[in-house]
């Protein structure tokens, strides 16, 4: 090949490749400027917590900009403490984290502080020496959600004329220690004290969880069935009781038979209401990813943000729900 030739291609080969540069995928080509956020969940206890760390997991996605590195706890907090250090030697950008108790954060959250990591907690509420130790919250007043619950009680057993004659309550708890299950238990404890007719006559731990409540449930049972109210502190635990109460031929029903109060309104439990099963489902909204990235958005933007976040909840009753009404919701 004469020099011209070879100068000709050669030109042309610079250029073709020029042209024809990898092009980077939009993930590794914006790797550096993504977002990382470390993010502990409680466990997968519940349709409840599976929803909420979809929401999160949908909302701190690649495509909106994040590096999500997510831990399931298993119900252990020392599981939750290890995965925050973790998140802080990995100098993540944010870390997000659902706090199974309300006591035993201060330590590790100081470490978060001396690493300049902000952390936004989500869901349950904690109790911390120093405001600072965390950035945000985003959850639910549970001591609301169980006044709700309480006053709708109080309505109903007034319509019924039965604001007289012993109530008989049994009483299971959610995840002792937890923001949920302290708010929760502190309304319907403040309802017997208000209602000189209402009586305590079992309280027991379920854990959250539709097998702990049906085994406590049981149990109860073989200890009594007189029984007017099982006030539930979420609907895997609702379900739960209800099961262990239609094995012994006890009806769930409002009107005539035990009256089932539950929590979170998530789609299983609705449906339950929707049969007449679960006599009021109060909402605990667990749709809160997009809470999140708007505070990290924010925090990127060095805009102030609102360092508590109550998020907007409703609640259902077996007299006014509908199959539209569940249709319509997202979880
Ligand atoms: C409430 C949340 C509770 C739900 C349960 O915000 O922490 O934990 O009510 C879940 O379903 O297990």
């Known amino acids: 090949m004469d020099k011209r030739m070879f100068a000709i291609f050669a030109c042309f080969a610079v250029l073709l490749c020029g042209c024809v540069k990898k092009a980077q995928p939009a993930t590794e ?3 550096d400027d993504q977002i990382v956020v470390g993010f502990s969940q409680v466990g997968a206890e519940s349709e409840w917590r599976v929803a909420n760390t979809e929401s999160i997991k949908a909302a701190l996605s690649v495509e909106n900009g994040y590096e999500l590195i997510y831990d399931d706890a298993r119900q252990e907090q020392e599981n939750q403490i290890r995965a925050i250090r973790n998140f802080i030697q990995q100098n993540v950008d944010y870390i997000v984290f ?3 108790l309300e006591t035993g954060w201060n330590s590790i959250l100081q470490e978060a502080k001396e690493a300049g990591i ?14 600072d130790l965390f950035t945000a919250y985003i959850g639910s007043d549970f001591r609301k959600e169980g006044e709700k619950a309480v006053v709708w009680l109080e309505n109903l ?3 019924q ?3 007289e004659e012993p109530i008989r309550i049994v009483h299971i708890q959610g995840t002792i220690g937890s923001s949920a299950q302290i708010g929760r238990t502190s309304a319907l404890e403040q309802g017997i004290k208000n209602n000189i007719n209402w009586e305590m006559v079992a309280q027991e731990c379920g854990d959250f969880t539709r097998a702990k409540a049906y085994e406590v449930m049981g149990a109860i049972l073989e200890q009594t069935k007189d029984i007017d109210v099982v006030y539930c502190e979420n609907d895997g635990e609702a379900l739960g009781a209800i099961d262990a109460m239609e094995e012994v031929g006890i009806k769930c029903d409002a009107n005539d038979g035990v009256i089932v109060i539950s929590f979170d309104a998530t789609r299983l439990g609705l449906e339950y209401c929707l049969k007449g099963k679960i006599a009021l489902d109060v909402e605990c909204n667990p749709q809160q990813g997009p809470y999140v990235d708007a505070i990290i958005q924010k925090l990127e933007r060095g805009e102030p943000i609102e360092r508590e976040n109550l998020i907007e909840e409703t ?3 077996c007299f006014t729900i509908t199959q539209k009404m569940i249709d319509d919701r997202k979880y």
Do not use: N, W, Y
């Open 29 to 31: 080509a914006s790797k």
């Open 98 to 100: 659902s706090p199974k």
């Open 118 to 131: 902000p952390v936004i907690m989500i869901d349950r509420d904690i109790i911390v020496e120093e405001e």
């Open 157 to 159: 057993l007034e319509k």
């Open 161 to 163: 004329g039965r604001t």
């Open 315 to 317: 609640q259902f009753d």
